[in-house]
């Protein structure tokens, strides 16, 4: 099993019934997987925020939405966060792709690849670090904890993941 499928053996297994997703070349896979298997929907969204704004409507809705994005992007969400998400306490699931981080060749990923771990911490989301094919059981932690606590949680992905 590649790491992809079973990414989305983990997710599916963990109760995600909805994707929010935005494209990355480390995620292409995954999102294939997604599309090709058609057992969790996917909603490919222009920009990350309107990713949270339809996550926070499902989540009310009964489902258990996750957004599928770079670690980039979680920047675009940090007010939907604070004053959506925290404020009427929904919540949501990060996956994340963690550009910027060691390997990354792309420069402007860098400040936002650094900055992220600490980004969390300040808007007070419970960050979870795959980056070994062992720790992708991690993800039903991850979910479980945002379920029981009712806050959002960030998982981020590392590089190396794929590269073993």
Same mark, same amino acid.
């Given at each position: ?14 109760? $995600?019934?909805?994707? +929010? ?8 896979? *995954?999102?294939?997987? $997604? ?11 222009? &920009? ?5 704004? $339809?996550? @926070?409507?499902?989540?009310? @809705? %009964? &489902? ?8 980039? %992007? ?10 959506? +998400?925290?404020?009427?306490? /929904?919540?949501? /699931?990060?996956?994340?792709?963690? &550009? ?22 300040? +808007?007070? $989301? ?27 949680? %960030? ?5 190396? *993941?794929? &590269?073993?």
């Amino acid at each position: 099993m590649n790491v992809d499928n079973s990414l989305y053996e983990v997710i599916k297994d963990s109760g $995600i019934d909805l994707i +929010l997703s935005l494209p990355c070349i480390l995620l292409k896979g *995954l999102l294939e997987e $997604i599309d090709d298997k058609g057992e969790i929907q996917n909603i490919r969204v222009t &920009r990350e925020e309107e990713g949270v704004g $339809i996550a @926070a409507g499902a989540y009310l @809705a %009964g &489902r258990t939405p996750a957004l599928l994005i770079q670690n980039s %992007g979680l920047g675009n969400c940090v007010n939907a966060i604070k004053s959506l +998400l925290q404020l009427y306490k /929904i919540p949501i /699931i990060f996956i994340m792709s963690h &550009r910027g981080a060691e390997g990354e060749k792309i420069i402007a990923q860098i400040p936002m690849g650094k900055l992220t771990p600490r980004l969390l911490k300040i +808007l007070n $989301i419970k960050m979870f670090i795959i980056d070994s094919f062992e720790k992708i059981k991690e993800i039903n932690s991850a979910v479980e904890f945002s379920k029981e606590s009712k806050k959002s949680v %960030g998982i981020l992905l590392k590089r190396q *993941l794929w &590269r073993e």
